[in-house]
């Protein structure tokens, strides 16, 4: 049954049970606890837990400090694009250099906050950064299904099967091995 009872009426059946239960003598929790357990699912031992109040709070995805800002991924952008899109790990080697080189030919003016924060930036965390731009530029990924088919169609000679090729070289007159 508790695959039919949503995670909000199993809290407002928690809410509404909890005083009565921890008001109720030891007989009287054991027919509590028991409708209490078929009706939402729950483990015996969670369920007495959350009737006693001991309930965890909420989980909410938990926001850290934002430190890279729009102008940090601006610049991250154009040094990627300029770099010819290359990987996190690579482009993290190659930041300083390419710095300097766009700023030196007037390509690209970043403050100096900016300039420490890209420095900084860890290869993951470039990764992460350039995934939104990344995702529409590589596109999907392709299905193998057509190549099956090609390579039934098309002969291919592979390493075992050259033995037996003759090569026929046309010599002129002048060149004649004896």
Same mark, same amino acid.
């Given at each position: 049954?508790? /695959?039919?009872?949503?995670?909000?009426?199993?809290?407002?059946? &928690?809410?509404? !049970?909890?005083?009565?239960?921890?008001?109720?003598?030891?007989?009287?929790? /054991?027919?509590? =606890?028991? $409708?209490?357990?078929?009706?939402?699912?729950?483990?015996?031992?969670? #369920?007495? +837990? &959350?009737?006693?109040?001991?309930?965890?709070? $909420?989980?909410?995805?938990?926001? @850290?400090?934002?430190?890279?800002?729009? #102008?940090?991924?601006?610049?991250?952008?154009?040094? *990627? $694009?300029?770099?010819?899109? !290359?990987?996190?790990? +690579?482009?993290?080697?190659?930041?300083? &250099?390419? !710095?300097?080189?766009?700023?030196?030919? @007037?390509?690209?003016?970043?403050? $100096?906050?900016?300039?420490?924060?890209?420095?900084?930036?860890? #290869?993951? &965390?470039?990764?992460?950064?350039?995934?939104?731009?990344?995702?529409?530029?590589? @596109?999907? +990924?392709?299905?193998?299904? %057509? =190549?099956?088919?090609?390579?039934? =169609?098309? %002969?291919?000679?592979?390493?075992?099967? *050259? @033995?037996?090729?003759?090569?026929?070289?046309?010599?002129?007159?002048?060149?004649?091995?004896?």
């Amino acid at each position: 049954m508790s /695959k039919h009872v949503s995670l909000k009426t199993r809290r407002e059946l &928690t809410t509404a !049970i909890s005083e009565r239960y921890r008001a109720a003598n030891r007989q009287s929790k /054991k027919a509590i =606890l028991d $409708e209490f357990v078929k009706v939402t699912g729950y483990h015996r031992k969670h #369920a007495i +837990r &959350t009737l006693c109040g001991k309930q965890m709070a $909420e989980h909410k995805k938990p926001v @850290g400090k934002r430190i890279y800002h729009a #102008a940090v991924d601006e610049s991250l952008i154009v040094l *990627w $694009e300029a770099a010819d899109r !290359i990987c996190g790990k +690579r482009l993290k080697a190659l930041l300083p &250099t390419l !710095i300097e080189a766009m700023k030196r030919h @007037g390509h690209l003016r970043l403050d $100096e906050n900016v300039r420490e924060l890209l420095l900084s930036m860890s #290869a993951a &965390t470039i990764d992460r950064r350039l995934q939104q731009v990344r995702a529409p530029a590589f @596109g999907a +990924r392709r299905k193998k299904r %057509a =190549l099956n088919r090609v390579r039934k =169609l098309v %002969a291919v000679k592979t390493f075992a099967d *050259w @033995g037996d090729v003759r090569i026929t070289v046309k010599m002129s007159s002048d060149f004649a091995l004896s």
